[in-house]
């Protein structure tokens, strides 16, 4: 009796989940992306015990390329403690057994959905997002034929025609996110819907990044120190977000931040997206103007006590 | 200026057919089509007019027959034994096509200034400023008004539509330009107004043009040379006031007798 087989008998999984052959069909969709930056290499994507739009893709990404040795970071929206993130975390750790960790700097894969760490990937690293549509020519051509067909011929003049549109209507390009950008100067490709303040980061990034989609079966890939362009016009260049505040919580600028309401009567705070980051910064005693005071947050604590009591 | 005498041929077609199945599309069409002349296609609906049309156009693959095209660096080339890069290159610069329903042919979804930019970003364009600009300017050449530039074709009557579709086309300077009943389903005033912006925009830019109409005005109107066509068959071809005045055919005959006389 085989390994796997005997995994079974127990009622175990195979390490992460995907048996072997499928693990081995996902790898070989990602090393033709990763030979094709930018393009989108079909796969057989796989039922998975979790609801399309929670990261199939990614996960099945994520479950073909790890090891035993390796640390996982899971980010939902920046943050690693919300459902997403706490879900799919506690699904590797059960069924792959590996170290995870919230650290970015510790971790050797990140698996993330719409945010890439603030602190600068290793080339030691990869991140691996999930996509909920590969396609960025699909609202302007809803064909999938002709939309393949437009990547091998480099149409993209439509692309552009989105861009003008955004600027005779807004004054500006008011795309924000999903913002579309050209790899190696080949593929037009969709980063996912990451914020526009993170494309600057993807262009010529140190660490691997692999884009997986599971409901639309397609995986891409930017190999490391790759060239990639956001769109734009000569007289109206891609710009990023701009904050006019630090994060209320660690004082951090130049960072993506949250809106977060605090009241209904209009009170809301600006804070880090990237929750790690905001809480290393917070560790090594950086405050924002909304930060609690040590001193404080210590009174408030013993009150609390003194309620449960 | 392009570099071949206006002597050579831009278009030859050699015995172009076309069968759907078992039933004759358009049968051993042969002709040749010059620098700045307007070819119309007449004939009644089922004719085959617009099979050839779209044989032509490279919309529709002929069943025999080749189709010839000078391109810009003067060689003659068959438009089947194209690239589709090269193909397609060829659709958003060198040629137009305007269809009788304008929704085919614009984004209706995209405004006017964004439609008739559409061509340019496609071939490289990437100055905001400057693609609005000429769009702004051919709008004015269609007689559209400027303050239309941002608005969305749906809100626009048939006639600005069909006005727009020709903008759009003829904004990448093409050469030659395939018209589909371009005046098809707009009222008689309309019409007119069209056919004098063709006719214009035609003779200004030196278009060579072939244009499938079943109304013998706008071929009168427009043409210098008229094919009519009937059962997939050309019947009868000559210089369109020769043929319209002195009909030798019998059906060519009854077409013209046809016209209502107000």
Known sequence: MSDTAQLYDQGEYNFAYLDEQTKRMIRRAILKGIAIPGYQVPFASREMPMPYGWGTGGVQVTASILGKDDCLKMIDQGSDDTTNAVSLRGFFEKTAGIRTTFETSEATVIQTRHRIPEKTLTEDQVLVFQVPIPEPLRFLEPRETETRKMHALEDYGLMHVKLYEDIAKNGHIATTYAYPVKVNDRYVMDPSPTPKFDNPKIDEMAALQLYGAGREKRIYAIPPYTKVKSLDFEDYPFEVQKFDKPCALCGAENVYLDEVILDDRGGRMFVCSDSNYCEERRAAGHRGPMAADPAAAQIGATDLQETAR | ?262
């Not at chain 2, 004719?47 to 003659?76: F, H, Q, V, W």
């Open chain 2, 1 to 262: 200026m392009s570099v071949f005498t206006s002597d050579d041929p831009l278009l030859q077609v050699h015995n172009v057919t076309r069968y759907y199945g078992d039933r004759i599309g358009c049968a051993d069409v042969s002709f040749d089509l010059w620098p700045g002349e307007v070819l119309a296609i007449v004939g009644e609906s089922g004719s085959g007019k617009t099979t050839l049309l779209n044989c032509l156009s490279t919309r529709l693959a002929p069943t025999t027959g080749a189709i010839e095209y000078r391109m810009r660096d003067g060689t003659m080339r068959n438009l089947y034994q194209l690239t589709e890069a090269e193909r397609r290159l060829l659709m958003r610069t060198d040629w137009g096509f305007v269809h009788q329903n304008a929704a085919d042919g614009l984004r209706m979804t995209v405004s006017a200034g964004a439609n008739v930019g559409e061509r340019l970003m496609a071939v490289g364009e990437r100055h905001y400023g400057n693609i609005r600009s000429t769009a702004d300017d051919w709008l004015g050449r269609v007689e559209i008004d400027s303050d239309r530039i941002d608005d969305d074709p749906r809100s626009f009557s048939g006639g600005m539509r069909q006005r727009l579709q020709i903008a759009r086309n003829l904004v990448t300077h093409p050469r030659l330009v395939f018209m589909d009943e371009p005046t098809g389903g707009l009222d008689v005033s309309v019409q007119a107004r069209l056919l004098d912006l063709l006719r214009r925009l035609v003779s200004d830019l030196g278009l060579s043009v072939v244009i499938v109409t079943h109304d013998l005005a706008v071929a009168r109107l427009l043409s210098h040379r008229i094919m009519v066509m009937r059962h997939g068959n050309v019947i009868e071809a000559g210089l369109t006031d020769q043929v319209l005045d002195d009909p030798r055919e019998p059906y060519t005959q009854l077409l013209v007798s046809s016209i209502l006389q107000v």
